[in-house]
């Protein structure tokens, strides 16, 4: 009896195969990136030491190669302010028309924080409520320009987290396409950078990033008045690029900064800093450009991922196709207690079924062997 139970088992290990962890059960595979890019505030960079900055998390990163050449909690999860707007644009930019006309209504005049100057009944395009978006970060002409995309504010923000996901830009989390300080709105120094990435490979969205100075209309009709950038790079540092800056009183100070000299171009995000953070964004770019020969990448901006393939049918292609390379197993070694857990889901079901069956065989011919012997 011992020896057919025991073969029993010998067969249901055979058959359940040895005992592994498969990547998937390994829980998260290390912050996106790179494993130097947590959520730590500890300043990474390799080659040369950065300048102090009083930001609470950055990331300089190249946009050309996506290396990412210094960071300080690039992942800490921190309210983004204006610098949102970036995905925002990214949503909807594609999906708007730049000559639609656009009527200011109550609404877009009666939202909170910054504004451009949006009047009820005035006429506006895309277009320039776009350059009232960038650079006077007009909450109010955002207001309006979701309110012209279809299905409005709450369509916006299932797409922007859509767009977030699709980049990579897994720290995000957006709840008012604006910007400002709502419950459960976060981003990251990480994730801003890979905004500006995908947004500087727009011509449109490099262009709005990028302008100086724009005129809109007064109420009434009566002229124009003249609307500045906010984002003083532009004006003081040579190669600026622009893109968004960002304040709110929960947020604090938020930047994203580019400029492109000698080949390169370099991205800065800074999150919750104090005031003085145009300068600490240019001297985190010259250190940068300056010392570039001699930095070695930190981590990288990933890319977005592509679409599943799909067959003829529309149905997803899960079977590897003919000379593809079979995914590696992990083969991560198993304590004791959790080798039982694993073989208990891993034996089939008839290895369980035989020994009960071979033992209900065995008690149902004892009785006769026993009528026997009284016979």
């Known amino acids: 009896m011992r020896l057919l139970l025991t073969a029993c088992a010998t067969t249901a290990l055979v058959a359940a195969g040895p005992l592994t962890a498969t990547a998937a059960g390994q829980g998260p595979q290390g912050p996106v990136g790179g ?33 990412v050449l210094a960071a300080k909690a690039p992942h800490a999860k921190l309210r983004p302010a204006s610098t949102l ?17 656009v009527i200011g209504s109550d609404a877009d005049a009666g939202i909170i924080g910054s504004k451009v100057g949006v009047y009820p009944g005035l006429h506006y395009t895309v277009d320039l409520l776009f350059q009232g978006m960038f650079l006077a970060s007009g909450n109010d002409a955002v207001h ?15 797409r922007m987290n859509t767009k977030a996901k699709e980049i990579g830009a897994l720290d995000t989390h957006v709840t008012d396409p604006t910007g400002l300080d709502a419950d459960g709105q976060y981003s990251s120094a990480y994730d801003l950078a890979l905004f500006a990435q995908a947004g500087l490979q727009r011509q449109d969205f490099a262009k709005y990033a990028s ?15 003249q609307v500045a950038n906010q984002n003083k790079l532009l004006f003081n540092y040579d190669g600026a690029l622009g893109i968004k800056t960002g304040y709110t009183t929960l947020a604090r100070n938020t930047f994203v900064g580019a ?6 171009t370099l991205v800065v995000t800074m999150m919750n800093a104090p005031h003085g953070i145009t300068e600490d964004a240019s001297n985190l770019l010259t250190w940068t450009f300056s010392n570039y020969s001699k930095l070695r990448p930190v981590g990288t901006l990933v890319k977005a991922e592509a679409p599943p393939k799909t067959t003829t ?37 008839w290895a369980y079924a035989g020994p009960p069956v071979l033992l209900l065989g065995l008690f149902l011919r004892r009785p006769r062997t026993l009528r026997r012997r009284r016979h």
């Open 35 to 67: 494993d130097l890019l947590t959520a730590k505030p500890t300043v990474v960079a390799d080659g040369a030491a950065p300048p102090a900055v009083q930001a609470s998390a950055y990331v300089v990163a190249d946009l050309d190669t996506g290396q």
């Open 259 to 264: 400029a492109r000299r000698n080949g390169h």
């Open 144 to 158: 309006a320009l979701c309110a012209h995309d279809q299905g409005g504010i709450p369509a916006t923000i299932q």
């Open 85 to 101: 707007k970036t995905l925002t644009a990214l949503v909807l930019l594609p999906r708007l028309k730049k000559t639609d006309p």
């Open 211 to 225: 302008t100086k100075f724009t005129n809109f209309p007064n109420a009434g009709n009566k002229g124009t008045y």
């Open 313 to 349: 049918q529309g149905k997803p292609a899960d079977k590897p196709t003919a000379g593809s390379p079979r995914p590696a197993r992990s083969r991560t070694v198993l304590s004791p207690g959790q080798a039982m857990q694993s073989l208990a889901f891993r034996v089939p079901v």
